[in-house]
């Protein structure tokens, strides 16, 4: 079976001469009448079922430039422009049908068919490309495969349906690697990886890893390029070299180092030095500190020295309008503002009196300075000189 990709059809090819059959349920026609949406061998429209909140989901990721997945179409002789829909039925006929006006969605808190839309709206629509994917292959061959991706109880996942499209030498040889419960490597690579190597998970990341990127498209470009290599040396490596570079610099395994973006992670950092003696030191006193609230951020935080990934505790409720109130009755007696920076400047503001409302928590000696998330190094401070103080 010979796949092609295709991104440059749009909604509004899609839907040329959309036709629907009130009497059989189900979308008929599109691309001009060269698109048959309801081939013999697919489901009646079920979308419109509890008050069409399918079809709706589908018209709303559109609107909002969500993607709505990969469409299969077969052409079933190479010699005309004649397709079927393997995989995507039910997301082509909402269009055609929306299009067609035949059901409302809400914009902006109002029922919208698609005639009463803001012109904008509807060339957004309009204008839309799909992504799809055109299989050509013999007729048994075609209903075999959608047989797997359909009618299997639990559905293809994403990594899962690449492999069947570009299945041949390059998918047999990653999944040996990769998609292999017997592979010794798979008690490190779980330390870093969440997911089931079953499903692909392992495949998928190696994938991902390669080609800096989780876009499905992406990934399918990538194997489509090296379908039939003899070999997946190039994917090996990198992801090789990645689990390297992670095992060098953090020398202690932590539990929250799974599933991190480790890719990523690698992209921006592994060209610079680091000590993994000071960097593992650092870790432990970093899950030590009560005020990191988020331990999943220390590994990018030790490596990029980004506070923020930390989450930083922030001071209670009760603690902001203790240090409120004791603020405010000491500048209400020496006639000063109850912001301590503005009290100590020269403006109008040296002397308001702010609400509790238009004030903010400080850290007086900030966190990354050793500073304690307790009463003793709070202070309130107006929102303008709290903004500009920034770091916490
Ligand atoms: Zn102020």
């Given at each position: 079976m010979k796949t092609t990709l295709r991104t440059d059809l749009t909604v509004a090819d899609i839907c040329a001469g959309f036709e629907f059959s009130e009497a059989e349920g189900k979308g008929?026609?599109?691309?001009n009448g060269n698109l048959t949406i309801q081939p013999e061998y697919q489901r009646n429209y079920l979308y419109a079922q509890n008050n069409g909140e399918k079809e709706k989901a589908v018209m709303n990721s559109i609107l909002k430039g969500y993607p709505i997945g990969l469409l299969y179409f077969n052409k079933p002789r190479a010699d005309e422009d004649k397709y079927e829909i393997l995989d995507g039925q039910q997301r082509v006929t909402s269009l055609g049908r929306y299009i067609k006006n035949l059901f409302a969605v809400e914009v902006d808190g109002h029922q919208q068919y698609f005639d009463s839309l803001a012109q904008n709206l509807r060339e957004k629509i309009l204008k839309t490309q799909l992504t799809i994917y055109i299989c050509e292959g013999a007729e048994n061959e075609i209903k075999a495969w959608f047989k797997t991706i359909n009618i299997a109880g639990i559905p293809l996942n994403a990594q899962e349906i690449l492999n069947s499209v570009y299945s041949g030498n390059f998918v047999t040889l990653a999944k040996e690697e990769f998609s292999n419960s017997q592979n010794s490597n798979l008690n490190v690579w779980k330390g870093y990886i969440k997911g089931?190597?079953?499903?692909?998970?392992?495949?998928?990341?190696?994938?991902?890893?390669?080609?800096?990127?989780?876009?499905d498209e992406k990934i399918g470009e990538y194997m489509s390029l090296h379908r039939w290599d003899k070999n997946i040396s190039a994917l090996k490596n990198n992801f090789n070299e990645i689990i390297n570079w992670i095992e060098k610099v953090f020398t202690?395994?932590?539990?929250?180092?799974?599933?991190?973006?480790?890719?990523?992670?690698?992209?921006?950092?592994?060209?610079?030095?680091?000590?993994?003696v000071a960097l593992a030191a650092e870790i432990d006193k970093l899950y030590k500190d009560e005020a990191v609230?988020?331990?999943?951020?220390?590994?990018?935080?030790?490596?990029?020295?980004?506070?923020?990934?930390?989450?930083?505790?922030?001071?209670?409720?009760?603690?902001?309008?203790?240090?409120?109130?004791?603020?405010?009755?000491?500048?209400?007696?020496?006639?000063?503002?109850?912001?301590?920076?503005?009290?100590?400047?020269?403006?109008?503001?040296?002397?308001?009196?702010?609400?509790?409302?238009?004030?903010?928590?400080?850290?007086?000696?900030?966190?990354?300075?050793?500073?304690?998330?307790?009463?003793?190094?709070?202070?309130?401070?107006?929102?303008?000189?709290?903004?500009?103080?920034?770091?916490?």
């Open positions: 008929l026609f599109g691309l089931n190597v079953l499903r692909q998970d392992f495949l998928r990341t190696a994938l991902e890893w390669i080609v800096k990127s989780a876009d202690d395994t932590k539990s929250e180092m799974c599933g991190l973006e480790w890719g990523r992670l690698y992209e921006t950092y592994h060209e610079n030095k680091y000590d993994a609230t988020n331990k999943r951020g220390i590994f990018e935080y030790v490596l990029g020295g980004e506070v923020k990934l930390l989450h930083i505790r922030f001071f209670e409720e009760s603690t902001k309008k203790t240090v409120y109130a004791r603020q405010t009755a000491k500048a209400n007696e020496i006639e000063k503002s109850n912001c301590p920076l503005c009290a100590i400047g020269s403006n109008k503001n040296s002397k308001k009196i702010y609400k509790y409302s238009e004030m903010d928590a400080d850290h007086v000696t900030a966190w990354s300075k050793g500073g304690a998330t307790d009463i003793k190094n709070c202070e309130m401070l107006c929102k303008t000189h709290n903004r500009a103080k920034g770091n916490c």
